[in-house]
C-alpha cells in the first residue's frame, strides 16, 4: 500500500457525463417498464387532487418549441403535485377536426374530396389524425412527460363526442343555441364561417375610398342638393350598402366646397377639406346628427334609397362622421340596419365572388371587384378621392389569407344571454399573471354571440333535424338518441344515414305531417369540441374532476380555448370549469425575432434532445420568466447546459464523497454537529422554502436559480471546499468526517428531490446510486419538508458575518496570487488584522480556520488600524498573506512546521501521521 492509497478520495460510478441523447430512452424504457405513471397514482390515490387539465394541441405535424414549452411547464406542475401531498392524474388530450387535416389530406396527400362520399373522406381524416397523435404521443413522452399516454381524450373519439352533443343539447335546451342570418367572419379560402378565436390580424394593402351620395329625399333638414360623404377601404361593399349611420349627438355641417355642397361631421371638416383638397369649405349649416335621421340619400351605382340612421358606434377616429352601411357585411351594420329594417343584402358568395344581387360585377372576386366598382363610382361622378392605406386586418389563421364579414344561416351560441355569470366567473378565477383576468374579463365583455357552425365535413356534426315546415328540431329525445349514436358508431354515421334512420323510432312532429325529415349538413366549431372537454373529460372520467384546479396554456387561448371552455361550462353548469388559469408567452430567437422558417430561426425540440438532451430543454423552461415572451437560441441552451453540468457535478460530488456512509448507523445528529455543518443544513432549509415556494407559485425560475446558486455558491464554493480536507484526510469513522457526510446526505436527498420536477431522467439517475434509498424512484417520494432548527437564525446571521470576512480572505489570496506571492492558497500564511466586532466573531468560530480558509496557518495579530503597510485593507479586515513557514505533508498537502516531527513518518503532519498510524498500521 502507498500513502496515497491511505486517502479516502471520492468514489462512485455515477457518470461526469450526462450523456442524456443515449441515456435518457433507456431511463424511460424503465418507466415504461415499471408502468411508473400507475405506481404513482396508486401510492397518491388516497390524498386531496389536483386536476391540471390539458389543453389538446392540434393533431397535425411535429411539435414545436412552443408544443415543448407547454407540456415541460405542465409537467413540473404535475410532478411538484404528486410530491407534494395530492393525487396528480395528467390526462393528455388531442384536438382533432376541422381544416388543417382536410387541407393535409387534399394538398399533401393529393386526395380528391369530389370523387368520394363525404363518410369516405371522413375516414381518411380520421387515419391521418391517429397517425399524427401517435407521432405526437412518442416526441411528448421523449420531453420526459409524465401522463396517462394510454387512454388521453381525443376529440374524435365516439364517447368524447357523445358528450360534446350533450352540451349542445343542454345549451339549447336552456335557450342559449339559435340559427340566424348574421354577419360572420367569413374565410373565402376556407369557404367557412369562422370564431372570432380563429382570426388573427395581419397588415393588408387597401383601397382607402371618398364617396358621395347625393341627398335623394331632404326633410327640410337639408338641402336636396347636397351630398353625404362616406369613407371605406372595402369598396367591394359599396353594392351592399342599405345606408348611411350618422351619431345623434355629434355636430354635423353642410359645407360648400368650391360650389358644391356637402355634409360632413364637423370634426371631421379639417382632415376632409386636406384629404380631398378642398381650397375653401364655407359652413352654410350645422345640425345635430339626431336631426339628419331619416333623410334619405341615393347609392351611387344603383340610384336606390339608402337611408340616414343614427348610431352609437360613429366615432370622429376617422373617416367623415358618416359611416357607410351594408347589413350584410358588417356587425354595427347588421346592427343599426336590424333596428330600422333594412333587411340584410350580402351580394358575395362563399367562394368570395360578387353574386348577380351586385348587378355589373357578378362572379368577380370580391378583391378583384374593388378596382371595377371604384372605376364605377369615378365614372358616375361619386367618387372623390381614391388612395391605399395599409392596416392590420382580419386573417384566416390557418390559410393565412383575408376574411370578410358575410352574413348567412348560421347558428349561434348567445353570449348575451349568459355574460354576466361568465364575467362572475371570471371574477371567481384565479390568474397567473394577474392581467389575464382583465383581458379575459374585457374579451368577453365585448365579445358578441358565438357563431358555432362551419361548413366543413371534417367535424362534429350539429345535431339539428328540420321538418317539412323548416322548423328546427332540438329535443331532449333527439339529443339523447343521436349522443347514444354517436357513442356507439361515432358522429360519422350522421353522414352515413338518412334523417329519419338518425331520429328514435317512431319520431313524430307537428311540423312533418308526411313523416319527411331533413337534417343540418353544418359542423360544429373546433373551438366547441375542445371546449367541452370540462364535460368529456373531467365530468366523464372518474379519476378527474370538475371544475379543474388550472388550466395552462399560451396567452393566445384567452380568445381561444379559455374562452370556449368557459362559455360553454357557464351555459351548462353555471361555473367555471376551472379554478386557476396560468398563461405563458410565445417563444422567440436569441435576437427577440418571432420564429419562422423563412427567417432560419426555429428551434426544433426533437433536434435539440437528440444533441443535447430533453433534461436540458426542461431545464431552459424552468429558467425563463416563462409568463412573459421567452428566448431561446443554441447560445442559450449552451448556458443552460453549463448551469446542468454543474449541478450533475454537485450531485457526483456528494455521492462519490458518501461512498460507504450509512446513515442509519453513521449519521451525527444535529445537535452534535459542528457550527458550520449546522449553518451548512440552515442553508439546505432555506433552500428548501425558496423551492416549495417557487413551485406553488409557478415561479420555477426561482426554483432554477435558487438551485443553481445553493450547488455553485453555498456548496461547490464554500462546503465542499472546505470539506475536501476532513473528507479525505480525516479518519473514515471520525467524528468530524461523519458530521459532513451527514450534511452532504441531507443535501443529496433533498437535492435530488427538490429537481425531480425539472430534471426526472437526471434525478432518477442520481437515486439509483443512493446506497439507503426505501424505494426504486424520486417520483414515489415527498418533496422535503421545511425544518426547525434550533437557534438557526442566530447561526446564520452569524456564519453570514463569517462569510464576508472569508471573501476579503479569498480576495486577499487572490491578489498575492496574482503578485507571485504564493501559488496554491495551501501555501499561504493569513495575518488578520481586525476589528473588536469580527475579533469576537472570530472567538466564537471553533472550527479550524485555516480549513474554512483552506490555508496552511492563519494568526490573528492586532487593530485593524496598526496593520502594516503591505496588508491589504478590505472592509471586513486588513489582511497579510505570505508564505507558510514549514514543510509541505506528503500526504494532505498542508505546510506545517510540525513535520518531520514523527519518526515513524517524518513526511507527514502530525494529523495525516496519527490517521495512517491508527488505520494504517502497516506502513509503519
Known amino acids: 500500500m502507498e500513502l496515497k492509497d491511505t486517502l479516502l478520495m471520492p468514489k462512485t460510478e455515477f457518470p461526469m457525463r450526462g450523456n442524456l441523447p443515449n441515456r435518457e430512452p433507456q431511463m424511460q424504457e424503465k418507466w415504461n417498464e415499471e408502468d411508473i405513471y400507475k405506481q404513482v397514482q396508486e401510492r397518491t390515490k388516497d390524498l386531496p387532487k389536483f386536476i391540471l387539465h390539458d389543453g389538446p394541441p392540434y393533431a397535425n405535424g411535429n411539435i414545436h418549441i412552443g408544443h415543448a414549452m407547454n407540456k415541460i411547464l405542465k409537467d413540473f406542475i404535475v410532478r411538484y403535485k404528486s410530491m407534494s401531498g395530492y393525487h396528480a392524474p395528467y390526462v393528455p388530450g388531442w384536438d382533432t377536426h376541422g381544416l388543417p387535416i382536410e387541407t393535409a389530406l387534399t394538398k399533401n396527400k393529393k386526395v380528391n374530396r369530389k370523387e368520394m362520399s363525404i363518410a369516405e373522406f371522413r375516414k381518411l381524416c380520421e387515419e391521418y389524425a391517429y397517425t399524427q397523435i401517435n407521432n405526437q404521443r412518442e416526441q411528448f413522452k421523449r420531453l420526459g412527460v409524465r401522463g396517462d399516454w394510454e387512454n388521453p381524450y381525443i376529440t374524435l373519439k365516439p364517447e368524447y363526442e357523445a358528450e360534446q352533443i350533450k352540451v349542445f343539447g343542454d345549451m339549447a335546451k336552456k335557450g342559449y343555441i339559435y340559427k340566424g342570418l348574421k354577419p360572420v367572419y367569413w374565410s373565402p379560402s376556407s369557404e367557412s364561417a369562422l370564431a372570432e378565436a380563429e382570426i388573427e390580424y395581419h397588415d393588408k394593402k387597401s383601397a382607402s375610398i371618398y364617396v358621395a351620395f347625393d341627398v335623394k329625399d331632404g326633410k327640410g333638414v337639408v338641402p336636396e342638393d347636397a351630398k353625404y360623404i362616406i369613407w371605406t377601404t372595402t369598396p367591394w361593399t359599396i353594392p351592399a350598402n342599405l345606408g348611411i349611420s350618422v351619431h345623434p349627438r355629434l355636430n354635423y355641417v353642410v359645407v360648400n366646397a368650391e360650389g358644391t355642397r356637402y355634409i360632413v361631421a364637423e370634426a371631421l371638416l379639417p382632415s376632409v377639406k386636406e384629404t380631398l383638397g378642398w381650397e375653401t369649405a364655407e359652413v352654410e349649416k350645422t345640425l345635430k ?56 343584402l350580402a351580394p358575395v358568395d362563399e367562394k368570395g365572388h360578387m353574386t348577380a344581387e351586385a348587378p355589373g360585377f357578378e362572379g368577380l372576386f370580391y378583391d378583384k371587384a374593388n378596382k371595377e366598382i371604384t372605376d364605377k363610382l369615378a365614372e358616375n361622378g361619386a367618387l372623390l378621392k381614391l388612395d391605399f392605406i395599409t392596416h392590420s386586418y382580419p386573417h384566416d389563421w390557418r390559410t393565412k389569407k383575408p376574411t370578410i364579414f358575410r352574413a348567412t344561416d348560421q347558428w349561434f351560441a348567445s353570449i348575451d344571454q349568459i355574460r354576466e355569470q361568465l364575467l362572475e366567473q371570471i371574477k371567481a378565477t384565479k390568474f397567473v399573471p394577474a392581467w389575464g383576468e382583465t383581458r379575459l374579463f374585457n374579451m368577453v365583455r365585448d365579445r358578441g354571440d358565438w357563431c358555432i357552425s362551419r361548413q366543413r365535413a371534417w367535424g362534429v356534426p350539429i345535431p339539428v333535424f328540420y321538418a317539412e315546415n323548416g322548423d328546427a328540431i332540438i329535443t331532449d329525445e333527439t339529443i339523447e338518441h343521436v349522443a347514444q349514436l354517436f357513442k356507439e358508431h361515432g358522429s360519422t354515421v350522421w353522414f352515413e344515414r338518412e334523417a329519419k334512420d338518425l331520429l328514435p323510432e317512431g319520431f313524430t312532429h307537428e311540423g312533418s305531417p308526411n313523416g319527411k325529415f331533413t ?157 458550520v455543518d449546522k449553518y451548512m443544513l440552515i442553508k439546505l432549509n432555506r433552500l428548501v422554502e425558496q423551492v416549495q415556494n417557487g413551485y406553488d407559485r409557478y415561479q420555477f425560475a426561482d426554483v432554477y436559480h435558487g438551485i443553481n446558486n445553493f450547488c455553485t455558491q453555498d456548496l461547490s464554493s464554500f462546503y465542499l471546499d472546505y470539506a475536501k480536507d476532513i473528507l479525505y484526510c480525516d479518519a473514515e469513522a471520525s467524528t468530524g468526517r461523519r458530521a459532513i457526510q451527514t450534511v452532504l446526505h441531507e443535501c443529496l436527498i433533498k437535492l435530488v428531490k427538490m429537481v425531480a420536477p425539472i430534471l426526472p431522467h437526471t434525478a432518477d439517475e442520481v437515486w439509483a446510486f443512493i446506497q439507503d434509498k426505501e424505494v426504486n424512484s424520486v417520483q414515489l417520494t415527498d418533496m422535503p419538508s421545511v425544518e426547525t432548527y434550533e437557534n438557526a437564525k442566530t447561526i446564520e446571521e452569524k456564519w453570514d458575518r463569517f462569510m464576508n470576512l472569508r471573501d476579503d480572505v479569498l480576495k486577499a489570496l487572490e491578489e498575492a496570487r496574482n503578485a507571485k506571492v504564493i501559488g496554491k492558497s495551501l501555501n499561504a500564511k493569513v495575518t488578520l488584522y481586525v476589528d473588536e466586532e469580527v475579533k469576537e466573531l472570530l472567538a466564537g468560530i471553533k472550527e479550524s480556520l485555516e480549513q474554512l480558509f483552506i490555508v496552511s496557518k492563519v494568526e490573528l495579530s492586532g487593530s485593524v488600524y496598526n496593520a502594516p503597510e503591505n496588508a491589504l485593507k478590505l472592509e471586513h479586515a486588513a489582511i497579510l498573506i505570505e508564505k507558510a513557514e514549514g514543510e509541505t505533508c506528503e500526504r494532505c498537502w498542508n505546510i506545517s512546521e510540525e513535520v518531520g516531527a514523527n519518526e515513524k513518518h517524518p513526511t507527514l503532519c502530525e494529523r495525516c501521521a496519527s490517521v495512517v498510524d491508527a488505520e494504517y498500521p502497516e506502513l509503519g
Open 289 to 344: 346628427g339626431s336631426e339628419l335621421e331619416y333623410t334619405v340619400a341615393k347609392h351611387p351605382l344603383y340610384g336606390r334609397d339608402s337611408l340616414v340612421m343614427n348610431g352609437e358606434h360613429v366615432t370622429t377616429d376617422a373617416g367623415t362622421g358618416c359611416v357607410h352601411t351594408a347589413p350584410g357585411h358588417g356587425e354595427d351594420d347588421f346592427i343599426i340596419g336590424q333596428k330600422y329594417n333594412l333587411g340584410v
Open 519 to 675: 337534417k343540418e349538413t353544418d359542423i360544429m366549431d373546433v373551438w366547441f369540441d375542445s371546449g367541452s372537454s370540462h364535460q368529456s373529460v373531467l365530468e366523464a372520467r372518474e379519476d378527474l374532476e370538475r371544475p379543474a384546479d388550472l388550466y395552462l396554456e399560451g396567452s393566445d387561448q384567452y380568445r381561444g380555448w379559455f374562452n370556449s371552455s368557459l362559455t360553454t361550462a357557464v351555459a351548462v353548469t353555471g361555473k367555471a370549469p376551472y379554478k386557476g388559469i396560468l398563461s405563458h408567452g410565445f417563444t422567440l430567437d436569441g435576437e427577440g425575432r418571432k420564429m419562422s422558417k423563412s427567417l432560419g430561426n426555429t428551434v426544433d425540440p426533437l433536434k435539440v434532445i437528440q444533441q443535447m438532451g430533453a433534461d436540458i430543454l426542461r431545464l431552459w423552461v424552468a429558467s425563463v420568466d416563462y409568463q412573459a415572451d421567452v428566448r431561446v437560441s443554441d447560445n442559450i441552451l449552451k448556458q443552460v447546459s453549463e448551469v446542468y453540468r454543474k449541478i450533475r457535478n454537485t450531485f457526483r460530488f456528494l455521492l462519490g464523497n458518501l461512498n460507504g456512509f450509512n446513515a442509519a448507523s453513521d449519521a451525527v445528529s444535529y445537535e452534535n454537529l459542528r457550527e
